[in-house]
Every structure is written in structure tokens, then in C-alpha cells.
């Protein structure tokens, strides 16, 4: 498991403030985040940009030192270990960095393989395993420069996996792929933690990306944590009422307000809204049952009854509509 307490990071830039003249300054870019990764486990780490993943990425892979807080990795202290802790886990990114053009995916696969020192005859054999499972075994010995995106972001991951990580951090690793390449992607990534075991973060801006893979996921914003829980935790706690579809041959006004008065007899707070032949009804009380007996009195035909899911995306976009409000009443 992988455990962070109160982590932070305040990098310290230069400000260019004439030619000649620069000042320095903190940023905060992670002001307190604690969170866990099991083994097995999809954890997701949201937030809009700017909002410290990168940075609570980069901390957890080792490639920089957090300014205060604590990490570790299956009990050992990870700031104190970062070798030990670096040959165990590594990194996706999306984008096309950390692969060298020139050299083709095979030789690419080897050097990071060399990197870790791995036995050259298992290297082998893993590169030759990696290939196939990303798809590229027809292209492995073609140099990256003529790699479509897509080709080189499934050498990315094989270059993610040539080390067998127990942990991956995945950053927005479907950036620009398509929908093909993009649900193939997901595929393994599921693999990797419900059949091997991995534990895995992922940040990304498509929400449905993370509502499809992740098990818990952490909202942050401006380096601190706002809200963490499992997708359902996260969607009730923001949308704390029902939501219905409800509509009937021949819906008009009349049945709407009628409807409405029924309704409000159970929960005089529910609202009904009525657009194209259709009504929404938004409710803290429980009313499928109520309104099914509302259309069988008025002998209606029922086209749609069901009641909605909210998304963890209209969730997130709620959430932080709600903090710039928080921030534009206290400034
Ligand atoms: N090397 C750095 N030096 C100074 N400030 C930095 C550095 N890297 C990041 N920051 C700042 O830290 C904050 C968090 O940045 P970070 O890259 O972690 O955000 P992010 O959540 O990954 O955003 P995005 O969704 O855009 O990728 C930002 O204000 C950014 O300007
Ligand atoms: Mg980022």
C-alpha cells in the first residue's frame, strides 16, 4: 500500500520583473494532500489545471522531494528510500516525452530496461511480451519518428511496464488518442490492476475515463483536498435528491400542474420541470412508486419512467462551480 500524509510541495521561482532584475518567490503548488493506493486497486486524482496532480505525481515517483509530509510505500519510508522505492513503480504520461525518436520501440525498451538492470536474457523476453500486449510487435524495429500518435503512446506504456512496477502513475495517459486506441488502453489498465494486482493512480480530464476505471477517487483544488470517496459516495453526497424522467402520451401543461400538486402532497419541495414532452422531477423524496400511481389514475400511457444516475461529471463540475463561488464571496 501506498500511503501519504499531509504531503506538500512549494517550489521556489524567479520572477523576471525588468531585464536585469528577477525576484523570488513560493508557490504553493501541493498544500496538503493525503491519500492511499491499494494493491489492486484504480484510484483517481481529479482537479482542474493547476491543481497540484502533476506535482503530487512527480512526488510519489520520486522525481522530486516534497517540502514537508509523509510516503510510503509497502511500510517503508519512501522520501528516506527513493531508490528502492524507484525500481518498483513508474510512470505513464500522455504526450510523446520519455521516448526517444530516433531509436526504434525495441531499442527504446531496452535501454529503459537496462536503466533498471535487468537481466538481459528476462529483459528480452519481457520487451518481446510488451510489444505484443501493446500491439507493436509488427513495428518494433521501425524508429519512433514514424510511429503515429497512438503508436507512440502504446510504447509509452510498454515503456511504463518494462520495470513490472507494482504501483503506476498514470498521467492523463489517453490525451489526444482515439476511441479505439483509448478503450484498448482502458482494457489493459483494468488487467493491470484486477488480474496483476497493480496499484494504480490515474489523472485525467475525461471524467467518463474516470468513472469507467476508477474504484475512489480525490478531487483536489489548489494543492488541498476537497472531497474523496468511491464514484456513488462522491455523486450522492453533491447531488443529495432524485432525479426522474418522466413522460406520457399527449403530455401537456395540465398533466404537468396536476402531477406537481400530487407530488407536493409527499415532498412539498419537489420541483417538476417540463421541457420538450418531457419532465424532470427533482426530489428528496423517493417518488418512482408515487408517480407510476399518478399515471395509472389518469389512465396515461407511460413512454419513460426511470430515474436518473447523476454523473461524476456533472458531480465535478458542480463541486468546482460551487469552490470559484467560495473564492469570489471571500475575496
Ligand atoms: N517546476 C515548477 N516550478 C514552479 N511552479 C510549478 C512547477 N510545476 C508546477 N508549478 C505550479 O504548481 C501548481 C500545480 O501545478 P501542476 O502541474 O501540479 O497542476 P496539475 O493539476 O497537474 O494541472 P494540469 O491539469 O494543468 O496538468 C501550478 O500553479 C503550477 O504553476
Ligand atoms: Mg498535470
Known amino acids: 500500500m501506498i500511503e501519504i500524509k499531509n504531503l506538500q510541495k512549494v517550489y521556489d521561482v524567479k520572477r523576471r520583473q525588468s531585464f536585469f532584475h528577477m525576484t523570488r518567490e513560493k508557490v ?22 493547476g491543481a497540484g496532480k502533476t506535482t503530487t505525481i512527480k512526488m510519489l515517483t520520486t522525481l522530486i522531494e516534497p517540502t514537508n509530509g509523509t510516503y510510503s510505500f509497502d511500510g517503508i519510508d519512501a522520501i528516506a528510500n527513493p531508490d528502492l522505492v524507484k525500481r518498483q513503480i513508474n510512470m505513464i504520461a500522455g504526450g510523446e516525452r520519455m521516448i526517444y525518436w530516433r531509436l526504434t520501440a525495441y531499442e527504446n525498451l531496452w535501454y529503459y530496461g537496462q536503466l533498471y538492470g535487468i537481466d538481459n536474457t528476462l529483459l528480452k523476453k519481457r520487451i518481446e511480451k510488451l510489444l505484443q500486449i501493446v ?6 524495429d521501425l524508429p519512433v519518428e514514424t510511429y503515429s500518435k497512438g503508436m507512440k503512446q502504446r510504447l509509452q506504456i510498454a515503456r511504463g511496464l518494462i520495470n513490472d512496477p507494482k504501483y503506476i502513475f498514470l498521467d492523463e ?4 488518442l482515439d476511441a479505439v486506441v483509448t478503450q484498448d488502453l482502458h482494457k489493459e489498465i483494468r488487467s493491470l490492476a484486477k488480474d496483476q494486482g497493480k496499484g494504480i493512480l490515474l489523472t485525467s480530464h475525461y471524467l467518463s475515463e474516470v468513472e469507467e476505471l476508477c474504484d475512489y477517487i480525490y478531487l483536489v483544488n489548489k494543492g488541498e483536498l476537497v472531497i474523496e470517496g468511491t ?13 426522474y424522467v418522466f413522460s406520457v402520451r399527449g403530455m401537456d401543461k395540465k398533466i404537468v400542474c396536476r402531477l406537481r400538486d400530487n407530488l407536493r402532497m409527499i415532498d412539498p419541495e419537489s420541483e417538476v420541470l417540463f421541457e420538450d414532452g418531457s419532465c424532470t422531477i427533482i426530489s428528496k423524496a423517493e417518488l418512482s412508486s408515487a408517480i407510476a400511481e399518478f399515471a395509472l389514475k ?7 419512467l426511470h430515474k436518473q ?3 461524476l461529471e456533472q458531480a465535478v463540475i458542480k463541486l468546482s462551480k460551487n469552490l470559484e463561488r467560495k473564492d469570489t464571496q471571500i475575496a
Open 298 to 304: 389518469e389512465k396515461l400511457v407511460i413512454n419513460e
Open 231 to 243: 464514484k456513488k459516495e462522491l455523486t450522492d453526497y453533491v447531488f443529495a435528491r432524485n432525479r
Open 135 to 140: 500491439g507493436l510487435e509488427d513495428k518494433a
Open 173 to 176: 495517459p489517453t490525451i489526444g
Open 28 to 49: 504553493v503548488a501541493v498544500k496538503d494532500i493525503s491519500m492511499r493506493i491499494d494493491k489492486g486497486q484504480i484510484v483517481g486524482l481529479l482537479g482542474i489545471n
Open 309 to 311: 444516475e447523476p454523473s
